[in-house]
């Protein structure tokens, strides 16, 4: 679990200098837009959604 955190926040210190965005801000705008999703739909079409992105990454690695 170390390791995975550790990769995040790295991955978001790359992102957030790219786009010459604070890393705090980006922390925030990430946490926000993760709520707004998860409030905003319901069970069904979040399963559906996760379904469909785990589909194309599946066949992306084929």
Do not use: W
């Not at 925030?28 to 069970?43: G, H, I, P, T």
């Not at 559906?48 to 690695?61: P, R």
Request: with cysteine.
């Amino acid at each position: 679990m170390k390791d995975l955190k550790r990769r995040e926040i790295e991955l978001m210190s790359k992102v957030c200098s790219r786009n010459g965005v604070p890393p705090k801000l980006g922390r925030m705008l990430v946490k926000l837009a993760e709520k707004e999703a998860y409030e905003n739909n319901s069970q069904t079409f979040r399963i559906k959604e996760y379904q469909s992105l785990i589909n194309l990454h599946f066949k992306d690695n084929e």
